[in-house]
């Protein structure tokens, strides 16, 4: 099998029809950032600056997420930044299970282009889906799995983090082991 490039793909997702979301979508929110990253993040779904810019994590979460970047040494173009479902739900409502299976062959295939050497689910939609449906952030944030021979971690969502600056410390710590990812172990 021949396999699509990252612009090839998103052109395809560009006029996704396979779920309700694309009626009250203004864009597909595909991903942004290196096709060759070592670091992949995946969200949750667009929120409404990302819906009308196109591009993930440009509102107050994503922001943070860009403290966090800078804190080791990397920005978003060293990154690849996505999300589980590339249609925002209306009022942010969490993606539906079935819209995320709509979206999920996506990311997928996203994945199987970029190669990343680690994996980070921002906050519990994706780390439920891509790691274990029990999985819980402030337990198991920072543990590195294997998952189908990728590297996956889970972290807090930044969007959790304004609401509990508390727990930056502790995300902190996981930013750590992902710089080591950055670098190459
Ligand atoms: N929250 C997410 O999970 N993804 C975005 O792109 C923006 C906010």
């Not at 819209?99 to 996203?110: G, H, K, S, V």
């Not at 780390?127 to 543990?143: M, N, W, Y």
């Not at 969502?157 to 950055?182: G, M, S, T, V």
Request: net charge positive; with cysteine; hydrophobic share 35%.
């Amino acid at each position: 099998m021949v396999q699509k490039s990252l612009s090839e793909l998103k052109n395809e997702v560009s006029g996704c029809t396979r779920c309700e979301l694309c009626k009250t979508r203004t864009n597909v929110v595909f991903g942004s950032g290196n096709e060759n990253a070592r670091i992949m993040f995946i969200g949750e779904a667009p929120g409404e600056k990302e819906d009308l810019s196109g591009i993930p994590f440009v509102g107050r979460a994503g922001q943070l997420l860009d403290k966090f970047l800078e804190a080791i040494e990397l920005d978003r173009e060293s990154v690849y930044i996505a999300n589980m479902c590339k249609c925002r739900p209306p009022s942010n409502r969490d993606p539906r299970p079935e819209e995320q299976d709509m979206c999920i062959e996506y990311l997928r295939e996203q994945v199987r282009i970029i190669k990343p050497s680690l994996i980070v689910c921002l906050g519990r939609i994706s780390a439920q889906r891509l790691i274990s449906p029990d999985f819980k952030v402030t337990k198991q944030h920072g543990e590195v799995y294997d998952k189908n021979g990728f590297n996956i971690m889970g972290t807090f969502h930044p969007a959790a983090l304004l609401r509990n600056p508390n727990q930056k410390p502790e995300a902190l710590k996981d930013f750590l082991i992902i710089k080591e990812y950055a670098k190459g172990l």
